[in-house]
């Protein structure tokens, strides 16, 4: 039976956009739990009116533009009172034991910056959501048995342990999509803050189901896009601007080899995402300052 007393040191943070099918998922998770905070990034499917609906206890946060996943879920992070934050994506099913298991374990481990689940996908197998840092050494060998430190988390289920993740910062913002949790690791890990994978506790993760729309090839371009942009920021910040510049042409050089076999053999997401890689790649302008 989950723990209502310690639930209630939990807040839980879900940033939307064009997410209204994934609140039912949701429901029976966050619920019962006093503090939900919901960033909706302007969805234009009725994402709002379907949390309203389901989780009418949910402080929903709207912006008036897609603000991107970081700068969202900062929004919502300094706001935050409680001790723990869950950070969640709207795609992912965790069961309030899971959230209790993951609680609990984040008591025992009061060092630890951020502490999170092994991942499944929707047949229950594992997904890989944990690694070290590419900056140092590449993970081999099996997957871990029993609770491991390691070096990257994925940032679809996230406990962080507030007060050191007041310390070490939260999202730097320069990042639009994707690489913000590996950034974000990245600088616990530098800053010698343990991250905790645990094995044991399991959440369901449909991934890449948190957005829906009418304009899906738009949607595959900018994932290509901002995808390759945010490499391409990852790169410059944590092994400078050379690199990054290097891996720029690198990755444009294949990206327009294999972009006639993509229109000989035409599937049109990935066409799109290639297109959205190679505007990318052409418009990187490196930022001027990077945020901490």
């Not at 969640?88 to 502490?115: F, G, W």
């Not at 891996?247 to 050089?253: D, F, I, S």
């Amino acid at each position: 039976m989950p723990d209502s007393a310690l639930l209630d040191q939990l807040t839980v943070i879900v940033v939307t956009y064009n997410s209204a099918h994934c609140i039912e998922g949701l429901t029976p998770a966050l619920s019962g739990l006093r503090h939900v905070m919901v960033v909706d990034n302007a969805s234009e499917d009725g994402t709002t009116e379907a949390v309203a609906a389901r989780l009418p206890h949910a402080v929903i946060l709207h912006n008036d533009r897609n603000l991107g996943f970081g700068a969202a879920n900062n929004r919502a992070l300094r706001e935050v009172t409680t001790p723990y934050a869950l950070l969640l994506n709207p795609d992912c099913l965790p069961t309030p034991a899971a959230l209790s298991q993951l609680l609990e374990a984040a008591a025992q481990l009061p060092d630890a910056a951020i502490v999170a689940p092994h991942l499944t996908n929707r047949d229950g197998k594992p997904e890989v959501n944990y690694r070290w840092p590419y900056s140092h050494w590449d993970s081999q060998g099996p997957g871990a048995t029993g609770p491991c430190c390691v070096g990257f988390i994925c940032g679809a289920v996230m406990l962080f342990n507030m007060e050191v993740m007041r310390e070490i910062g939260f999202f730097d913002e320069t990042f639009f999509l994707y690489y913000e949790d590996e950034d974000l690791c990245q600088r616990a890990f530098m800053a010698k803050k343990p991250m905790t994978i645990l094995p044991a506790i399991r959440v369901t993760h449909l991934s890449r189901g948190s957005t829906r729309g009418p304009r899906r090839l738009r949607a595959e371009f900018y994932r290509g896009y901002h995808h390759v942009q945010s490499k391409l920021i990852f790169t410059g910040k944590h092994a400078g601007p050379q690199a990054a510049s290097r891996l720029r042409w690198k990755t444009m050089a294949l990206a327009v080899i294999a972009l006639p076999l993509r229109l000989l053999l035409p599937q049109p997401r990935h066409v799109a995402r290639l297109l959205g890689r190679i505007e990318g790649l052409r418009k990187y302008i490196p930022p001027f300052r990077q945020a901490p």
